[in-house]
C-alpha cells in the first residue's frame, strides 16, 4: 500500500507522517518517505530553489517537482512496495496539483505530466487555515509561504477533498489528537483490505 500525507506549510505533515511510519512499523513494516525527495533533483530543489530570491518559471517548477517524484517512486517508493512495505510518503503528486494549480497552471496539464507516477492507494489531507500556518514561528519561510498562495493552495486542496481524492483530517488540534485520528483512518483503510 502507498499511502501519502498532504498539507499547507507548517500545518504538521512530517510530524504526523513520521509518527505514522513508527507506529505501523512493527504490524505493517511502514517506511517513512517524503518530498521532495533526497535524490538529486529533490536536493536542488530543497537547497537552491526553495529558499531562493523568487520562485522561476512556473512551468519550470512543475516539471522539475514531476521529474523528481518519478525519480522517487522508481528509487524510493517501488523497491520499498517490493519488499512489503507500507509506503507513507510526506507529499505526493498532490502537493503539484495544489501548488502549481495555486499558481495558475492548469490541474489536467499537471496530472498529464504526472501521469508516469505511481497512483496512490490513500491520500490524507492534514487540514489547518492559511493563517494559522503562516502564524506558526519558522527561522525562514520558502518562496510558497506567503498567505496568498497558501490560501490558494488550501482551495485547491479543499476541492479534492470534494471529490473524495482525499480524505480531510482536521489537524487544529494537539499533535496526539491528530496523530490519533490519522492512524484511525488509515488504519481503517487498511482493514478494509485484509
Ligand atoms: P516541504 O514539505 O515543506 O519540504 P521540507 O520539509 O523539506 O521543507 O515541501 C517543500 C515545498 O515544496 C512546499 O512549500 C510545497 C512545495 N511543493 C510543490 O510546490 N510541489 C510539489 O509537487 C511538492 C512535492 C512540493
Known amino acids: 500500500m502507498f499511502i501519502c500525507i498532504e498539507g499547507l506549510d507548517g500545518c504538521g505533515k512530517t510530524t504526523q507522517a513520521k509518527l505514522l511510519a513508527k507506529k505501523l512499523r512493527k504490524s505493517h513494516n511502514a517506511v517513512y518517505t517524503a518530498e521532495p525527495s533526497s535524490g538529486k533533483i529533490g536536493t ?7 529558499y531562493g530570491e523568487k520562485r522561476l518559471s ?3 517548477e512543475a516539471l522539475l517537482f514531476a521529474a523528481d ?5 522508481e528509487n ?3 523497491p520499498a512496495l517490493n519488499e512489503g512495505c507500507l509506503v507513507i510518503s510526506d507529499r505526493y503528486v ?7 494549480g495555486a499558481a495558475g497552471l492548469s490541474l489536467e496539464w499537471i496530472e ?6 505511481l497512483q496512490p492507494d490513500l491520500a490524507v489531507f492534514i487540514d489547518v487555515t492559511p493563517e494559522t500556518v503562516m502564524n506558526r514561528l519558522k527561522p525562514k519561510k520558502s518562496v510558497m509561504e506567503t498567505l496568498d498562495t497558501q490560501k490558494k493552495v488550501r482551495e485547491i486542496y479543499l476541492k479534492f477533498v470534494e471529490d ?3 480524505t480531510r483530517i482536521n489537524g487544529d488540534k494537539s499533535e496526539n489528537e491528530v496523530a ?3 492512524c484511525k483512518v488509515v488504519t481503517k483503510f487498511l482493514d478494509a483490505f485484509r
Not at 44 to 50: E, G, N, P, V, W
Not at 69 to 73: A, G, M, N, S
Not at 112 to 117: L, M, S
Open 69 to 73: 517524484r518519478i525519480e522517487h517512486v
Open 76 to 78: 524510493e517508493v517501488i
Open 112 to 117: 498529464k505530466v504526472n501521469a508516469h507516477a
Open 44 to 50: 536542488y530543489i530543497r537547497k537552491s530553489y526553495l
Open 180 to 182: 490519533k485520528e490519522v
Open 94 to 100: 498532490y502537493s503539484s496539483l495544489a501548488y502549481q
Open 58 to 60: 512556473i512551468v519550470l
Open 164 to 166: 473524495r481524492r482525499l
